[in-house]
């Protein structure tokens, strides 16, 4: 079982490398393609905010390729150089997402709301769980005693739901950003598809790492229910 834990890491890893290879690509080409309105990413991002009424957001520019987020603790828009600066298709996507985020925020949105109360957990049992789940294994295989690799399991489980839950929250704030940016026409009919085509495929990222995550998951707890079996 071990090895085919190790077979399905490396197939969701090529798959990973895969999207991310044509994310780049797409975002690359996107950002060829200037805006009609001429606005830049950092106009886009304080234009959604004002239109939603969100005045306590900062926007910045913080180093990186598609380095881009939204931090809700200090209230920033942060925006990378090519897209604060930026006057392309990707810059609009980009910025308009981030400051959906911001939208989230202001209104509570329950997923973001979730998410960010588990985030100190999340911090916790990301530097832990490899160590454990290891540890785990090695037990198993000298005593067979699967009680680490239970703790290993449900440390996991704390990684794997906010994978989760980071799914509606990343759809619903592309939602917000093209709903946006069709009704205020930043973008012309002919560069909306192209935007949207961009932010498909940053979601399919955060897809195929939730799935990798519930796979992983699953084995391991296949594992630890065989081991009880077997006792």
């Not at 996107?30 to 309105?37: C, G, H, M, W």
């Not at 304080?46 to 969100?54: A, F, P, Q, S």
């Not at 809700?72 to 810059?91: I, R």
């Not at 935007?195 to 940053?202: E, F, G, Q, S, Y």
Request: with cysteine; charged share 15%; net charge positive.
């Amino acid at each position: 079982m071990t090895s085919e834990i190790m077979i399905v890491s490396l197939v969701f890893l090529g798959i990973s490398f895969l999207v991310s290879a044509i994310l780049k690509s797409k975002f690359t080409k996107y950002a060829k393609v200037p805006l009609s309105s001429g606005l830049s990413g950092r106009e886009i991002a304080e234009k959604m905010l004002r239109e939603n009424g969100i005045y306590d957001v900062k926007v910045t520019s913080v180093e990186g390729f598609l380095s881009d987020h939204y931090n809700p603790v200090n209230k920033t828009v942060n925006l990378s150089p090519d897209v604060y600066n930026g006057t392309s298709v990707s810059a609009a996507a980009v910025a308009a997402h981030e400051c959906g985020h911001a939208v989230q925020h202001a209104n509570a949105y329950g997923p973001l709301v979730f998410r960010s109360k588990m985030v100190p957990a999340v911090q916790v049992s990301s530097m832990l769980v490899n160590w454990i789940l290891l540890a785990g294994m090695i037990i198993l295989a000298t005593t067979k005693n699967p009680t680490v690799l239970l703790i290993g399991i449900i440390v996991m489980s704390v990684t794997v739901l906010f994978t989760l839950v980071t799914l509606p929250v990343e759809f619903d704030a592309s939602k917000r950003a093209l709903a946006w940016l069709d009704r205020t026409n930043v973008t012309s009919p002919d560069e909306y598809p192209k935007a949207k085509d961009a932010l498909k495929w940053a979601a399919t990222t955060y897809v195929v790492a939730a799935l990798a995550a519930v796979v992983t998951l699953i084995q391991y707890i296949m594992i630890y229910m065989g081991s009880r079996d077997r006792s």
